[in-house]
């Protein structure tokens, strides 16, 4: 199992959301969080406004699945997210040892989609 965290642009939350259910990955945790790339988060344009700071604010994604959906979550994140600008996000893979759905106790790829 995975655990895809990826870091993207507010706006375009909802076209990942929908190319994220296009590939039936439909688990998904959102959180607004404040961050920085490379530029130092020294200006971005946010829905047409020049944005200016140090922190700007971002969308995280938290998708745990089974090694064989990784691809297709990282592409369809990739397809949605992308605008070809600086700030566009960054996606992280990590190794997920275990999941458990509290409310049967079923652990693992039971568990996790
Ligand atoms: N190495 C990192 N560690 C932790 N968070 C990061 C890292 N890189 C990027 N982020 C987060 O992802 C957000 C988007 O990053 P961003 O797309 O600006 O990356 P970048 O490396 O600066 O690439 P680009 O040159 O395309 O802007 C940042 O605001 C920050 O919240
Ligand atoms: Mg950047």
Same mark, same amino acid.
Not at 7 to 14: C, F, S, T
Not at 18 to 45: A, C, F, M, P, W
Not at 102 to 110: K, V
């Given at each position: 199992m995975k655990l895809v965290i990826a870091i993207i642009q507010p706006h375009r939350l909802e076209q990942v959301k929908k190319e994220l259910y296009n590939v039936e990955v439909n688990l998904i945790t959102v959180s607004e969080v404040l961050g920085h790339g490379r530029q130092k988060g020294i200006t971005e344009v946010y829905r047409g406004v020049k944005e200016t700071g140090n922190l700007l604010r971002k969308i995280r994604l938290e998708i745990a699945v089974n090694d064989n959906f990784l691809d297709c979550t990282v592409k369809a994140i990739v397809k949605g997210a992308? *605008? @070809?600008?600086? @700030?566009d996000g960054k996606i992280f893979v990590l190794d997920l040892q275990e999941c458990i759905r509290?409310? *049967?106790?079923e652990t693992g790829s039971l568990a996790i989609g």
């Amino acid at each position: 199992m995975k655990l895809v965290i990826a870091i993207i642009q507010p706006h375009r939350l909802e076209q990942v959301k929908k190319e994220l259910y296009n590939v039936e990955v439909n688990l998904i945790t959102v959180s607004e969080v404040l961050g920085h790339g490379r530029q130092k988060g020294i200006t971005e344009v946010y829905r047409g406004v020049k944005e200016t700071g140090n922190l700007l604010r971002k969308i995280r994604l938290e998708i745990a699945v089974n090694d064989n959906f990784l691809d297709c979550t990282v592409k369809a994140i990739v397809k949605g997210a992308k *605008t @070809g600008a600086t @700030g566009d996000g960054k996606i992280f893979v990590l190794d997920l040892q275990e999941c458990i759905r509290i409310r *049967t106790e079923e652990t693992g790829s039971l568990a996790i989609g």
